[in-house]
């Protein structure tokens, strides 16, 4: 996976991007550029203009819905760049790592909020049974899916719980 280095994590968070994660993972990655990998922000001004407050000052910031962030990586124009990308479940990180031939070859579980038929698998990750096995699907096709909140915390190797 050494040539796809351009992505250099891809994260899922329901917050998207906000505050010291934002700015701990950047700065950890040695990224230059900020992919959020969104629908509903892509077409939402408002959600973009909040989601510009939390980029850290040194870091490009492009906001784009999945389809046209899969199409951006397929065709090398994001080539350039250094980047984390920022998706809101994981059913986008599922659709976005598929659908980019193998160029992401990680994804980082950051937080996923408890809803109807959630199972918790860490303070800041819950799952319906649907998401648990796209992430296994995911991990039998190569991709390494781990839980880590913070660069600095430990992480922890996402594993389903049936």
């Given amino acids: 996976m050494g040539e796809f280095k351009m992505i250099?994590?891809?994260?899922?968070?329901?917050?998207?991007?906000?505050?010291?994660?934002?700015?701990s993972w950047f700065n950890s990655l040695g990224a230059n550029t900020i992919l959020v990998a969104n629908d509903a922000v892509a077409s939402d001004d408002f959600r973009k203009s909040a989601i510009r407050l939390a980029k850290p000052d040194n870091a490009k910031l492009v906001m784009k819905s999945i389809e046209d962030s899969i199409k951006a990586i397929n065709s090398g124009v994001t080539d350039k760049y250094k980047m984390l990308v920022v998706v809101e479940s994981v059913a986008d990180a599922s659709k976005l790592i598929?659908?980019?031939?193998?160029?992401?070859?990680?994804?980082?579980?950051?937080?996923?909020?408890?809803?109807?038929?959630?199972?918790?698998?860490?303070?800041?990750?819950?799952?319906?049974?649907?998401?648990?096995?796209?992430?296994?699907?995911?991990?039998?096709?190569?991709?390494?899916?781990?839980?880590?909140?913070?660069?600095?915390?430990?992480?922890?190797?996402?594993?389903?719980?049936?």
């Fill in 8 to 23: 250099k994590l891809v994260r899922v968070d329901h917050r998207l991007l906000h505050g010291q994660v934002a700015v």
């Fill in 98 to 162: 598929q659908e980019t031939d193998g160029k992401i070859g990680e994804l980082n579980l950051g937080g996923t909020k408890p809803r109807e038929g959630t199972i918790n698998y860490s303070k800041t990750i819950n799952l319906t049974n649907d998401e648990g096995a796209q992430l296994t699907q995911l991990q039998q096709s190569g991709v390494d899916v781990y839980i880590q909140q913070v660069p600095s915390e430990e992480r922890q190797e996402f594993k389903k719980i049936d």
